[in-house]
């Protein structure tokens, strides 16, 4: 197996301070010398179990830099485990999903993907993944909910798929 070439991480600017516990900081992973790589990048940018103090901040300087605000986001619990999984207008949405569960709310996380076309694809990855602990979004997430249907994925996408026996 090949080994995944090193990478060097450098700190930018500090986005957000605060006076508790977190900073937030934007930077940048660059490969070393070397082979480029023959694939694009998945996401442009990430952002991870981030305070929710820190949106608006991020948001600016998001806007600022001109990367674009659609991809997929996560809001999650004050123990880190993920609430709320969405695509879209990624601050906007976080923002409507905080005022309407300010209190269990305290994290979120954010990727701009780099084509649009993939944001559906890692939503539905990211739901079935988190399963029953999708207490609040209860348009995505249901009780009655199968383990999903093929036709999620795009067009193109080879796959293996659980199916009932007849008769069973």
């Known amino acids: 197996m090949a080994k995944k070439a090193a990478l060097t991480k450098t700190i930018h600017t500090t986005v957000y301070k605060s006076d508790e516990i977190w900073n937030v900081h934007f930077g940048e992973l660059k490969r070393h010398q070397g082979n480029p790589g023959k694939t694009d990048h998945l996401f442009r940018i990430v952002g991870e179990k981030l305070p929710y103090d820190a949106l608006t901040a991020i948001k600016k300087h998001i806007k600022e830099k001109e990367f674009g605000t659609n991809g997929v986001y996560i809001a999650h619990d004050s123990m880190g485990f993920p609430r709320y999984i969405g695509r879209g207008d990624i601050f906007a ?76």
């Not at 559906?120 to 993944?129: F, V």
């Open 93 to 168: 949405r976080l923002k409507a999903r905080k005022d309407a569960q300010d209190l269990e709310l305290a994290y979120f996380s954010f990727y701009v993907v780099s084509e649009k076309k993939h944001e559906r694809e890692i939503e539905t990855l990211l739901i079935r993944a988190a399963g029953p602990l999708l207490q609040f979004n209860t348009r995505k997430k249901r009780v009655d909910i199968t383990p999903g249907n093929i036709r999620d994925y795009e067009a193109g996408t080879l796959f293996y798929e659980r199916q009932y026996k007849k008769g069973k």
